[in-house]
């Protein structure tokens, strides 16, 4: 399915703005490789901030709970350590890169992540004409049911992975490509969607080309 292992992140927050204060409630971080989920890091998250009731109404992740969980200062160096050099996705990715890079400058860590890649503009360019491109109303028009609660790290990440592969099948299928390279789901990110379809009819005839 995919050249190299591809980590799709997910995180709970306070709010919108790390810049504003807002801190990780909750995350999940899914490895794929090949084909399959194989390995996760999933964790709350104690960032010693209260939890607005609109963000428990939201998610249930409750102020007992997270005052319960391991700390940032421990969690964040694990996840950071977790994703390593690999590509990294999220559904909405600037917002989880954000909050990824502003954790971890708090505690001097910096990320190592390859690329990134957002199934957002991945699925809009790669699946057009979708009614709706939020992660649970898109996952339903694609017939991905969700194995947890919605609004939840775990939850939200597994079925942005299973997108994902629903994404890399697809190309594959349609274009020939197989293993599909991160890198080129990283440039289809950065084309306009006009440019997408003859840019990756391009990359697979150089692929057959170079075999």
């Known amino acids: 399915m995919f050249e190299r292992p591809i980590v799709m992140l997910d995180f709970e927050t306070t709010g919108l703005s790390p810049e504003g204060g807002d801190r990780i409630t909750e995350v999940a971080a899914l490895r794929i ?10 964790s709350l998250v104690n960032c010693g901030v209260r939890i607005p009731p609109f963000i428990t109404s939201l998610t249930g992740i409750t102020q007992q709970m997270v005052d319960t969980a ?30 990824l890079k502003a954790e971890g400058a708090r505690l001097g860590h910096a990320c190592r992540h390859a690329g990134l ?21 898109l996952a339903r ?17 597994e079925v942005a992975a299973r997108l994902l592969l629903h994404i890399g099948r697809r190309l594959g299928e ?6 599909v ?7 289809i990110n950065r084309l306009s969607a006009a440019r ?8 697979a005839a150089a692929r057959k080309r170079a075999r």
């Open 196 to 203: 997408v379809h003859g840019y990756i009819g391009d990359y």
């Open 174 to 179: 349609s274009y020939g490509l197989a293993p």
């Open 181 to 187: 390279a991160p890198e080129l789901l990283v440039e």
């Open 141 to 157: 028009s694609l017939g991905i049911a969700f194995r947890g609660t919605a609004h939840r790290a775990e939850a939200d990440a």
């Open 70 to 99: 391991p700390l940032a200062e421990d969690v964040v160096p694990e996840l950071i350590e977790f994703i390593g050099g690999d590509t990294l996705a999220a559904h909405n990715a600037s917002f989880d890169e954000k909050f």
């Open 117 to 137: 890649v957002c199934s957002v503009k991945l699925s809009r360019r790669v699946l057009p004409g979708m009614s709706s491109y939020k992660l649970g109303e």
């Open 33 to 42: 490789a090949g084909g399959e989920i194989v390995d996760r890091y999933v």
